[in-house]
């Protein structure tokens, strides 16, 4: 219970948003007309923010009324006790154990202190409605899992008697309810009192659900609905609920998540599902039968799972999954720690009294159980002792905390993927299982949960799409999107490049693949390079078979070498036809091209070449056309006045991060900067870089930013031959950051964007803008007439900033995309800088246009294109190793210690810059 855990929650369910003082100060006037301010909450002076106060709410676009996942609440009218929880003597448990030791405290050790009941998160917090008469407010327990109500629960495992904890209770805080409300009324800064006050209520709400079933944080998981995906893992249907504030209210955000168990039973056939070896015993005998590799797959899949075992039983190989043990024979569970690489018959010990006994020749002698599978693996254990795989048995119920593989991603989307009315549905059916009206911890806080008017119904506004600009010889040359999405029917690109030479390397198989194959790609390649302005000098480029399995570098070089000996010049596009499942040779492909020869590279997928689909080749010239420096379309100038202002020149950046899995170390995180350098912020480039281990603040942002307003500066003067090349404004839209690391962005990376502007002897007005995708906020038509007729979804460009919105600060909820399956995600902006003092409808419409620019699509997507793409180049970070260096990228690779740190050094010494070519293009398109 120590060291884990804070007090802050904040929205978000428990991310918090620490608030501090000393907001950033406005700092000129407002580009436009100042903003409606009807229906703002009354602010005072007083009250400071992390991000920009609320000025104003936005009026563009058609208002509607629509459904959204939450319910309001009236939050408690009594005091609250605050009491931090540690065990001294104790490293960090687990949040179960920790739950269980403070239900046996209430319910076994002292229940006549603890009436009623208080509320715990498993770690460091618990609320109380009643102050407990500790001397000086302190007092420790010692507390032991054996429950005296239930015979042998559990049983004791020798003679010296249960393990005792030692649980530490101190109170550190009296919450008064009034200090809420104050903040809801936007009389009250969000400072550390109000932070604990929301942690409270959402501790309320979850501490019943947390006792009954299996949770995860915020999450808690039924097997009312479950899904059997194979390889040892079934899904279960979850319920996610959060407690937020909201102008002059409080809320609970209701939704529905999706949990991976392990699938419960006995230990070696759910070892075998996983491996694919059903019923081949022989395939977990180490090391003949399981060689390194299976095992440490296997090892990584099985570590941290709880395991009963089973001395006595049945055969734990044999089928009967979930059987209870007998009574009298339940035993606690235990950690699996690693795998034996020998078989219960050869994994030997070294005995007390001397000598050595094999793990099969203790068990036989001990409990007199001949092993039916001697030469199968051992677990480890928390103690160290070593199991049988034969005698472990999963409990029912286990949530697999791990990356699901690659191969079953479809299955837990099709299991998540719901639509929308059927969502909305099954957000009302959870309701049941919540039950928030029956659960006396939600009842004695007076934390009542407004379930009976059902989902709220907030107002909306749908924002007109931006027209947008396609070039000359189109037969229209403006479109306006219809329901987020538009085609490019009889349309040439706003700036089509050319391409002289090229060449073609095939890696699919030829029998597969064969020249007439290639030929026929070629052709629909030409043709619809054509129909979109794109000019192709040579019709007939060098085409090449190599293998999949040689030196991708050198065949690479050797096309290239080839194409300058035919046309006297090298390649300006590298075409590969590659076969399914190629990732590895895409990486190497991409490494070749963006790193090392500056060439854009084009990987095609030879299935979809042989169909020969128009649409096919026709998305494949959007990536090359930009790719080579072109522009596909740009949005009209007075959709987007803030970017075309003449006299005030902006650069729109998106900035993001990526961590390595969880449980991984030694792996490095990797940061973006994506910035414009056009006029029309259409033509984006990128800087990507290496940096310390989840660290989510960008280390080089001041040189990324510096470099990004080297090349916007240079490329206004020598291509757009614009006099004013200094930038005016910059809009930073920052993805990847909770709610609260905000205080952080603005302490730590905001002088770093400015110390770039000192750098250049320039002073543009800074805007930070944090793009969050990481919610539950959802929003639903209320009628099928006002939704998307095919997915149901509300309409592109839906926006919300009322109602559920910060009772204080300028953020709102944008659905800028038109969702194809299950129920599209609002992206939530928060508004943490503004010099420039943007009224709520610039922001508001701009970052929808910005959704209208992605170069890849003739669709809008649901975050600004500039954040979509840092994140694209973010994920493309693997590209910038050689393949050749022997660097582990997968996911699951993990080091400890020393071996974490030089490991870490590696993956910096070794990330290569981009070619100086690629720099100046969207090679990540």
Sequence with gaps: MSGQGGRGGGRGGGRGRGRGRGGPP??????????????????????????????GYGSGGRAIQVFTNHFECEIPQSIIYHYDVITPSEQTLPAKLNMDLIRMLQEVVAPAIFTPKAVYDGRKNLFSVRRYPFPEDTQTFDVTLVDPRVPDSPPRENKRGPKVYKVKL????????????????????????????????????????????PFNVRSFFTDRETKDIGMGMVLWRGYFQSVRPAPGRMLVNIDISTGTMYKPGPL?????????????????????????????????????????????????????????QPQGRRRPPRVVKRISDRGAAQLTFSLREGGQMTVAQYFRQTYNRELQYPNVFCVEVGNGALIPAEMCEVPPGQIMRKQVPPEK????????????????????????????????????????VNVAAGALSVNARILPPPPLLYGKGSRQPTITPREGAWNMADKKFFQPISIGCWVVVVYERQQRFNQQSADEMVKNLLSACQAVGIAVREQDPIIRWESAQGRIVDQMRNAGHACRTKNNAFPDLIVAILPEGA?????????????????????????????????????????????????NTIPEARAVSILTDAHNPTVVMGADVIHPAAHSEGRPSFTALVGNVDANSAKYIADCRVQTSRQEMIEDLESMTKNMLEQYMGYRKAVEKQKMIEPKRILFYRDGVSEGQFKQVLEIELPRI???????????????????????????????????RRSGNCFAGTVVDREITHPVEQDFYLQSHAGLLGTSRPAHYNILYDESNIPADGLQQLSFTLCHVYARSTR?????????????????????YDPDSHI????????VGSDAEAQLDRFKSQFKPLHATTKRFMYFS
Aim: proline residues 6%; positive net charge; contains cysteine.
């Design 170 to 213: 101190t109170k550190v805080a009296e919450i008064n309810p009034e200090v809420l409300s104050r903040f809801l009324e936007g009389k009250q800064s969000q400072d550390n009192s109000v932070l604990t006050a929301i942690t409270a209520l959402n501790v309320v709400v979850r501490m019943e659900p947390t006792l009954q079933y």
């Design 888 to 895: 582990d990228l997968t996911e699951t690779e993990t080091a």
């Design 409 to 448: 991603t479809s299955d837990v989307l099709a299991f998540s993927t719901k639509h929308p009315q059927d969502r909305l549905n099954s957000i009302r059916a959870g309701l049941g299982v919540l039950a928030y009206g029956q659960s006396e911890y939600v009842r004695q806080f007076g934390l009542n």
């Design 26 to 55: 406005s700092a000129s006037p407002a580009i436009s007309s100042a903003p409606s301010e009807a229906g703002l909450p009354s602010q005072g002076d007083h009250v400071t923010t992390v991000g920009v106060k609320r000025s």
């Design 860 to 880: 809008s997507v649901s975050i600004p294109a500039p954040v979509y793409y840092a994140d694209i180049v973010c994920s493309r970070a693997k590209n910038h």
């Design 754 to 788: 400015k110390n770039a502007c000192r750098s250049l002897n320039i002073n543009p007005k800074i805007t930070i803008i944090v793009v969050g995708k990481r919610h539950h906020v959802r929003f639903f038509p209320k009628t099928a007439n006002e939704g998307d």
């Design 268 to 324: 070696i056939p759910l070892c075998m599902e996983y491996l694919g070896v059903r019923g081949q015993f022989q395939a977990l005998s180490p090391p003949q039968g399981l060689d390194n590799r299976a095992k440490t797959r296997l090892q990584r899949f099985l570590s941290g799972i709880r395991v009963v075992v089973n001395p006595q039983g049945r055969p734990a190989g044999q089928q009967g999954q979930g059987q209870q």
């Design 583 to 631: 990732t590895n040779l895409y990486t190497a492909i991409k490494h070749f091209g963006d790193i090392q020869a500056g060439v854009p590279t084009q990987c095609l997928k030879a299935q979809k070449c042989n169909r020969g689909n128009a649409q096919y080749f026709a998305n494949v010239c959007l990536k090359i056309n930009v790719k080579r420096g072109g522009i």
